[in-house]
């Protein structure tokens, strides 16, 4: 294929295939002339995981965003502030690399990974008997909505 044909990687000004080389034809993606139906034919299947399994990879997954958390506070931490990080942050000035890295620290660790974190640890740890028993709460709580709408009903 000539050169101006080639995809451009509109950063470095050069053909991508250039800059990465080809991919090879095992990476799962079709090549040339061959269908995205032959891949996945050939694909081989995901493995297979117990639900004990899952719950201990996910169980692991949330240690290790615990672990992302100390190592995001521990740079959050070192990171000095800029000295006007008040004017910045109330939009008097503009934003500098420190508060944007400082800010991006606080979000990630106060409202972003808290809220993964527990889902990933109460799915490690749910079992089908905790699952039954909230399940009887929600339709306990939906026929109980419903019998105060049909009182209420009535009462009209």
């Known amino acids: 294929m ?4 080639r995809p451009m990687d509109p950063c470095q000004h050069e053909p991508v295939a250039a800059a990465v080389g080809p991919l090879p034809p095992d990476q799962g993606l079709a090549t040339a002339g061959e269908p995205p139906a032959a891949v996945a034919r050939d694909a081989p299947p995901a493995p297979v995981l117990t639900v004990d399994a899952a719950q201990a990879a996910l169980a692991d997954a949330a240690r290790e965003l615990r672990a992302v958390v100390g190592r995001l506070q521990q740079v959050h931490a070192g990171l000095p502030p800029p000295g006007d990080l008040d004017d910045r942050l109330e939009d008097r000035k503009p934003y500098d690399v420190a508060t944007d890295v400082l ?4 979000g990630v ?12 640890e109460t799915a490690a ?3 089908d008997a905790d699952l039954a028993q909230e399940h009887r709460r929600r339709v306990a709580g939906r026929r ?7 009182l209420a009903t ?3």
Do not use: G, M
Not at 2 to 5: D, E, G, L, V, Y
Not at 144 to 150: C, E, G, L, S, W
């Open 2 to 5: 000539p050169n101006a044909q």
């Open 103 to 106: 800010t991006a620290i606080e």
């Open 109 to 120: 660790t106060r409202d972003l990974l808290p809220s993964a974190i527990e889902l990933l």
């Open 125 to 127: 740890h749910v079992t």
């Open 144 to 150: 109980q909505i419903k019998r105060t709408q049909r």
């Open 154 to 156: 009535r009462a009209l």
